[in-house]
T-cell receptor, first 113, second 113 residues
Framework: KAGVTQTPRYLIKTRGQQVTLSCSPI?????VSWYQQTPGQGLQFLFE???????NKGNFPGRFSGRQFSNSRSEMNVSTLELGDSALYLC????????????FGSGTRLTVV | TQLLEQSPQFLSIQEGENLTVYCNSS?????LQWYRQEPGEGPVLLVT?????EVKKLKRLTFQFGDARKDSSLHITAAQPGDTGLYLC?????????????FGKGTLLTVNP
């Protein structure tokens, strides 16, 4: 079966711009989570959606937002980009939630210049 | 805030050697997961342990969950170059929330031929 698909794989943006990242989970998985990975901080939780509802949100500023559609596909948006937003953004899907284990996508590498 | 400390941070060994990676916390987790991540890819789930004292074996990899469900270890026997990667432990909240994982910062393992 198809894995978790994230698009685009690479992105270069300028400070102040906004960006939208997309994630298609494994078919049948209703939980989609987003993580930011940087060398210094490791994987930091952004938010989790289940059946279009945000169930949990990490400690990120309001510039980071997300949503989930009825087909479980998810998008995350970052507005007013800062240099520190440069990171690998990972999407993970799960049948019911984090405790059951994630299947991660390959990530979107965002570089802010 | 739940934290997971992994040690060592870096490990470089020769093919055929054994190694152990540790994951420690002051918090109790309902389950603990281990992932391996290769450059340019998302983490891949290796195992989930849920019961205190549980030991799971996956070929040359042995995973153990501490009795108090606060710590875990990963032991690799006769390491091979294909074992090279970033090993991440991740804990699910014991408070009943199934909405996120807390990740350690990882152990970067290099197995030299």
């Amino acid at each position: 079966k198809a894995g978790v698909t994230q698009t685009p794989r690479y992105l270069i943006k300028t400070r102040g711009q906004q960006v939208t990242l997309s994630c298609s989970p494994i078919s049948g998985h209703r939980s989609v989570s987003w993580y930011q990975q940087t060398p210094g901080q490791g994987l930091q939780f952004l938010f989790e959606y289940f059946s279009e509802t945000q169930r949990n949100k990490g400690n990120f500023p309001g510039r980071f937002s997300g949503r989930q559609f009825s087909n479980s596909r998810s998008e995350m948006n970052v507005s007013t980009l800062e240099l520190g937003d440069s990171a690998l953004y990972l999407c993970a899907s799960s049948l019911l939630g984090a405790g059951y284990g994630y299947t991660f996508g390959s990530g979107t590498r965002l570089t802010v210049v | 805030t739940q934290l997971l400390e992994q040690s060592p941070q870096f490990l470089s060994i020769q093919e055929g050697e054994n190694l152990t990676v540790y994951c420690n916390s002051s918090s109790v987790f309902s389950s603990l997961q281990w992932y391996r991540q290769e450059p340019g890819e998302g983490p891949v789930l290796l195992v989930t342990v849920v019961t205190g004292g549980e030991v799971k074996k996956l070929k040359r990899l042995t995973f153990q969950f501490g009795d108090a469900r606060k710590d875990s270890s990963l032991h690799i026997t006769a390491a091979q170059p294909g074992d090279t990667g970033l090993y991440l432990c991740a804990g699910a909240d014991s408070g009943g929330s199934n909405y996120k994982l807390t990740f350690g910062k990882g152990t970067l393992l290099t197995v030299n031929p």
